[in-house]
């Protein structure tokens, strides 16, 4: 056996440039859609924020933006020089995405190069001024978006979000997979819609399942940041542009978005992200 050399893509994190003003970027990914990214995204940028840190995001869900929604924000950014634009802010936390300078109902029927050009523009054209965090909302699965980000912005790490249910799990490996084959630490999984606490009788029931991004998280050895529960309060402060770690930030469930922010942040400053094993080959 023999330990190959670092493919090109290995080296995507030491290579690409880093932003002017933003001290550390992190990717929020899911291998498959509908597990809760965004809304995961958008609140533990929330987080960061209420830990007392300069937050910005970037929503590089080019068919899919929900950050607007999410912060509750409209309006199209201001142009500031030839080429910049400033961001929109909500909340104490920058924000970013395609949905400012697009229909909310259009349709963006585009090919790879166009994404991958709005996706650059969006990370490296953007005035984010001096920034502790910026958060990517990255879409889901593995293909030119995720590609591009490892490739152009200086991730400290990536956070995966997925359900608890083996269907879920499976694309969650993927997504896993594909960070380690560009040498991007893992900083942990996050299992979103982890039981469903009845209003009415407070009773738990596990509809998606329970604990098996937990035990995903234990068998690859990388970090288990916590599970966030399916809650109508978390749906209905998410589709009022109010989220929860905002508005009801000494609420439980805001208390979880803090604390997982809170174990990132010590990760991506201490050194303690997981790093990827070297690939190994059999000649």
């Keep these: 056996m023999s330990a190959t ?19 550390h970027v992190i990717a929020v990914a899911s291998g498959k859609g509908g597990v809760g990214k965004s809304t995961t995204s958008c609140n533990l940028a929330l987080g960061f924020a209420a830990l007392g840190l300069k937050t910005g995001i970037l929503d590089a869900d080019i068919y899919g933006p929900s950050q607007p929604k ?60 001096d920034l502790d965090i910026l958060v990517i909302d990255l879409p889901p699965g593995t293909g030119d978006a995720q590609l591009t980000m490892a490739q152009q912005a200086p991730l400290a790490g990536a956070v995966i979000v997925s359900t608890p249910q083996d269907i879920a799990l ?3 490996r993927r997504g896993i997979a594909m960070f380690e084959k560009v ?28 604990g098996g991004a937990r035990l995903e998280a234990e068998r690859r050895g990388i970090p288990f940041l916590g599970d966030i529960p399916l809650d109508i309060g978390i749906r209905q402060t998410s589709d ?20 997982i922010a809170s174990d990132v942040w010590t990760a991506i400053t201490s050194g303690m992200a997981s790093k990827p094993p070297p690939r190994i080959i059999i000649e």
């Design 70 to 129: 999410l912060f509750g924000l409209r309006g199209k950014p201001r142009q500031v020089g030839p080429r910049m634009l400033e961001p929109l802010e909500r909340f104490g936390v920058k924000v970013m995405s395609i949905g400012f300078l697009v229909e909310e109902d259009l349709a963006m029927i585009w090919r790879g190069p166009m994404v991958i050009s709005s996706i650059t523009q969006m990370l490296r054209e953007v005035a984010w001024g």
């Design 183 to 210: 040498n991007i630490p893992i900083l942990g999984l996050i299992e979103n819609m982890s039981g469903f606490c009845c209003p009415a009788c407070q009773k738990l029931t596990p509809i998606f399942g329970h």
């Design 5 to 23: 050399q670092p493919t090109p893509a290995a080296h995507a994190t030491s290579r690409a440039v880093g932003i002017p003003g933003v001290k």
């Design 170 to 172: 499976i694309d969650a």
């Design 240 to 259: 009022d542009g109010r989220p929860i770690v905002a508005t009801k930030p000494d609420g439980v469930h805001a208390r979880h978005y803090i604390d």
